[in-house]
């Protein structure tokens, strides 16, 4: 088992940043992968970006590329979702997810969830 808790999540004016970390304790944490997921009221839960176990490889959603940044801390257990110049449509809960050994762009890929932050734009 792991368990993943989200924190960070908040209100801000849009042009905004906020970092999200995803704290994970269980199993190892470096044998998962660690993806990004939000979902926005009424829409269906989509990919934010993904980092592989050992942080080398980034994979982001083109609408929010060049303004998101993932990276996670193996030593500390912990990923986390650098994000710049937000928008009113980046509003939306943001969950973090792992992955037994590589990353995935489908959300029940994942094998566990976090509880969700929200994250609210304001324009």
């Known amino acids: 088992q792991v368990q993943l808790v989200e924190s960070g999540g908040g209100l801000v004016q849009a042009g905004g940043s906020l970092r999200l970390s995803c704290a994970a304790s269980?199993?190892?944490?470096?044998?998962?992968?660690m993806g990004w997921f939000r979902q926005a009221p009424g829409k269906e839960r989509e990919f934010v970006g993904a980092?592989?176990?050992?942080?080398?490889?980034?994979y982001y959603a083109d609408s929010v590329k060049g303004r998101f940044t993932i990276s996670r801390d193996n030593a500390k257990n912990t990923a986390y979702l650098q994000m710049n110049s937000l928008k009113p449509e980046d509003t939306a809960v943001y969950y973090c997810?792992?992955?037994?050994?590589?990353?995935?762009?489908?959300?029940?890929?994942?094998?566990?969830w976090g509880q969700g932050t929200q994250v609210t734009v304001s324009s």
């Open positions: 980092i592989s176990r050992r942080g080398v490889n980034r």
């Open positions: 269980g199993r190892t944490f470096n044998g998962y992968a």
């Open positions: 997810a792992a992955r037994l050994m590589t990353h995935a762009t489908d959300w029940d890929r994942y094998h566990y």
